[in-house]
């Protein structure tokens, strides 16, 4: 896809610019929520900074803008700087509704990606009354019942267990942001925000007018943030159905959580046009027509397994301390030619950092290398602006969330638009440059617990998404 072709999606929708804002707080969770505002027939683009208006009058008229970022990894002062920028940006576009989002698993800390700083940062941007917070997501097994949040573990449908995120095996040991409180309620409550009033599931039963009765009694305590309990679509309709009334009375409106929040907007809007999701059969991803590179700097177990499982891949480890170490450039050197070679050759190559990293980060279960030592992914986003710098690749993927933050933003390019779904909430992307050699190129990001335990292959082989794949 050319660099200056309109961003995909169909729907038409009302108002002179983008109703819907997000800022992903990191790139992969950015690309899932890219996906699913796509999906449902929206001109959505994915950005890499605040576009100006020289590159938004190039694309033309969009439904959706995204801004791609990393303030899950930053500390309260830069989180503060980044999303006021962000937040300025999309006040200027004129959006409706402000979505900021966070991991499904809602994993943050005071002083580490504080969903608090972020609420009151983007808050300044936003005079609605409401700001919602929206608390699962049901297709990625992701439930908040009475205010607590559960989440799945295992990378086998079929064998998944739903744990209390508290007790979840990864993000209960998470090397930076460990969950160890499952009310969401008191988690952003610690994050700053003192008044953090709920909907539970119940309320939905009863209808709309019901919900907004219960909304607006809580509303009288001008709360800090207002979080709806989530189990399944239909709490997911009924919470868009009122997001999208409340945005339209008093705009802007502040959203935060997963992807789940974009699902609702859209489901809101094509519920008002009475009409069906415009791509409800996701288009598949077709082989790959060359070569394939895939980076993991990812240390979740999930990614270990689909390391494993990655049979059709020349495999090249990555040590930690050597290439972040003294004599790293003589190392990053000769890891460069490892995967070069081969890919010249025609052979898909896996490149990944050995659990060392976790061991010497003293968290065996990290999610991130990026999290465990956070010059390791510096350095991978080195390398593969190294690796693209001497072969020319049509798809490539990258593992981990910081992984991806940091190579992504050391590429010369742009911004994303969707291009197919993989399955347990991975998208694979289109990239947009000013370069022709990177511009169009196929890429796939994807955090330490999504996917597949075969997902590299599939993004080799391609991969036809079902109805029940598609959550």
Same mark, same amino acid.
């Given at each position: 896809?050319?660099?200056?072709?309109?961003?995909?999606?169909?729907?038409?929708?009302?108002?002179?610019?983008?109703?819907?804002?997000?800022?992903?707080?990191?790139?992969?969770?950015?690309?899932?929520?890219?996906?699913?505002?796509?999906?449902?027939?929206?001109?959505?683009?994915?950005?890499?900074?605040?576009?100006?208006?020289?590159?938004?009058?190039?694309?033309?008229?969009?439904?959706?803008?995204?801004?791609?970022?990393?303030?899950?990894?930053?500390?309260?002062?830069?989180?503060?700087?980044?999303?006021?920028?962000?937040?300025?940006?999309?006040?200027?576009? &004129?959006?409706?509704?402000?979505?900021?989002?966070?991991?499904?698993?809602?994993?943050?800390?005071?002083?580490?990606?504080?969903?608090?700083?972020?609420?009151?940062?983007?808050?300044?941007?936003?005079?609605?009354?409401?700001?919602?917070?929206?608390?699962?997501?049901?297709?990625?097994?992701?439930?908040?019942?009475?205010?607590?949040?559960?989440?799945?573990?295992?990378?086998?449908?079929?064998?998944?267990?739903?744990?209390?995120?508290?007790?979840?095996?990864?993000?209960?040991?998470?090397?930076?942001?460990?969950?160890?409180?499952?009310?969401?309620?008191?988690?952003?409550?610690?994050?700053?925000?003192?008044?953090?009033?709920?909907?539970?599931?119940?309320?939905?039963?009863?209808?709309?007018?019901?919900?907004?009765?219960?909304?607006?009694?809580?509303?009288?305590?001008?709360?800090?943030?207002?979080?709806?309990?989530?189990?399944?679509?239909?709490?997911?309709?009924?919470?868009?159905?009122?997001?999208?009334?409340?945005?339209?009375?008093?705009?802007?409106?502040?959203?935060?959580?997963?992807?789940?929040?974009?699902?609702?907007?859209?489901?809101?809007?094509?519920?008002?046009?009475?009409?069906?999701?415009?791509?409800?059969?996701?288009?598949?991803?077709?082989?790959?027509?060359?070569?394939?590179?895939?980076?993991? &700097?990812?240390?979740?177990?999930?990614?270990?397994?689909?390391?494993?499982?990655?049979?059709?891949?020349?495999?090249?480890?990555?040590?930690?301390?050597?290439?972040?170490?003294?004599?790293?450039?003589?190392?990053?050197?000769?890891?460069?030619?490892?995967?070069?070679?081969?890919?010249?050759?025609?052979?898909?190559?896996?490149?990944?950092?050995?659990?060392?990293?976790?061991?010497?980060?003293?968290?065996?279960?990290?999610?991130?290398?990026?999290?465990?030592?956070?010059?390791?992914?510096?350095?991978?986003?080195?390398?593969?602006?190294?690796?693209?710098?001497?072969?020319?690749?049509?798809?490539?993927?990258?593992?981990?969330?910081?992984?991806?933050?940091?190579?992504?933003?050391?590429?010369?390019?742009?911004?994303?638009?969707?291009?197919?779904?993989?399955?347990?909430?991975?998208?694979?992307?289109?990239?947009?440059?000013?370069?022709?050699?990177?511009?169009?190129?196929?890429?796939?990001?994807?955090?330490?617990?999504?996917?597949?335990?075969?997902?590299?292959?599939?993004?080799?082989?391609?991969?036809?998404?079902?109805?029940?794949?598609?959550?």
């Amino acid at each position: 896809m050319s660099g200056t072709r309109e961003a995909s999606g169909t729907r038409d929708i009302s108002g002179d610019g983008p109703a819907y804002g997000f800022y992903g707080d990191d790139f992969t969770g950015a690309t899932d929520t890219l996906a699913h505002l796509t999906r449902a027939g929206l001109r959505t683009m994915l950005f890499f900074a605040p576009p100006d208006a020289a590159r938004l009058s190039m694309l033309g008229r969009l439904d959706a803008v995204g801004i791609a970022g990393a303030a899950r990894t930053m500390a309260p002062h830069a989180q503060h700087q980044e999303l006021a920028h962000v937040g300025a940006a999309f006040a200027a576009l &004129g959006v409706r509704v402000m979505h900021y989002k966070v991991c499904s698993t809602f994993d943050s800390a005071p002083q580490t990606g504080s969903i608090g700083v972020a609420i009151q940062t983007l808050r300044e941007y936003c005079p609605n009354p409401l700001v919602a917070v929206v608390g699962g997501q049901p297709n990625l097994r992701r439930y908040c019942v009475f205010g607590e949040l559960f989440a799945a573990a295992g990378a086998d449908d079929h064998q998944q267990s739903i744990y209390r995120i508290d007790r979840h095996p990864t993000m209960s040991r998470h090397p930076v942001t460990p969950m160890g409180e499952a009310d969401l309620r008191v988690h952003l409550q610690r994050q700053g925000l003192g008044n953090v009033q709920s909907i539970d599931w119940r309320c939905y039963a009863g209808g709309d007018t019901v919900l907004q009765k219960e909304l607006d009694c809580r509303l009288e305590s001008k709360p800090d943030a207002v979080l709806f309990d989530v189990l399944d679509d239909s709490h997911l309709r009924a919470i868009g159905r009122l997001i999208a009334r409340h945005a339209t009375v008093q705009a802007p409106l502040l959203a935060v959580g997963a992807s789940s929040v974009a699902h609702a907007y859209a489901s809101a809007l094509n519920d008002a046009a009475e009409r069906e999701e415009v791509n409800a059969v996701p288009v598949p991803l077709a082989r790959a027509r060359g070569p394939v590179f895939v980076l993991a &700097g990812s240390l979740s177990p999930l990614t270990e397994v689909q390391i494993a499982a990655a049979h059709s891949y020349l495999r090249v480890e990555l040590d930690p301390l050597q290439v972040t170490g003294d004599a790293a450039s003589a190392y990053l050197a000769e890891r460069v030619a490892a995967i070069t070679g081969p890919l010249r050759d025609g052979r898909n190559v896996l490149a990944f950092t050995t659990r060392r990293a976790a061991q010497v980060g003293d968290a065996t279960d990290g999610t991130d290398a990026g999290g465990v030592l956070p010059q390791l992914a510096h350095a991978c986003a080195a390398l593969l602006q190294a690796v693209l710098g001497k072969v020319s690749l049509q798809r490539i993927g990258i593992a981990g969330g910081d992984t991806s933050s940091v190579a992504v933003r050391a590429l010369d390019a742009w911004g994303l638009s969707y291009l197919a779904p993989l399955p347990a909430g991975v998208t694979v992307c289109r990239l947009h440059a000013d370069r022709s050699e990177l511009d169009g190129m196929e890429i796939m990001l994807k955090g330490g617990q999504m996917g597949d335990a075969d997902l590299f292959e599939q993004l080799l082989n391609g991969y036809a998404v079902d109805e029940a794949a598609n959550g």
